[in-house]
């Protein structure tokens, strides 16, 4: 299975992105998956993660801010972020993390 994440790009502070991950193959059944990030000089850290059946988690530093959510129909994992600041600026990588897909990232920056 590949993961191709889209919608990254540069946005200013208090702005919205919508992050989606599209996946070759199905999703059902892969078991968690989730949203990573990585800033300059910073270990790649958890954003959000989903389980198969819906059941959610977000870091202390987005909750109330990102939401994650997965369409196992249309293969396809998304985080819709909110109320964005500079510190969210980081490479966002898509991840199927039991199964050992990741995607190759994509570069969302906020500007202050």
């Known amino acids: 299975v590949q993961l191709v994440e889209s919608g990254g790009g540069l946005v200013q502070a208090g702005g919205s992105l919508r992050l989606s991950c599209a996946a070759s193959?199905?999703?059902?059944?892969?078991?968690?998956m989730g949203w990573y990030r990585q800033a300059p000089g910073k270990e790649r850290e958890l954003v959000a993660a989903?389980?198969?059946?819906?059941?959610?988690y977000h870091a202390d530093s987005v909750r109330g801010r990102f939401t994650i959510s997965r369409d196992n129909a249309k293969n396809t994992l998304s985080l819709q972020m909110n109320s964005l600041e500079p510190e969210d600026t980081a490479v966002y990588y898509c991840?199927?993390?039991?199964?050992?897909?990741w995607g190759q990232g994509t570069q969302v920056t906020v500007s202050s």
């Open positions: 989903i389980t198969d059946d819906g059941g959610a």
């Open positions: 193959g199905s999703i059902l059944g892969i078991g968690v």
């Open positions: 991840a199927a993390q039991s199964a050992g897909y």
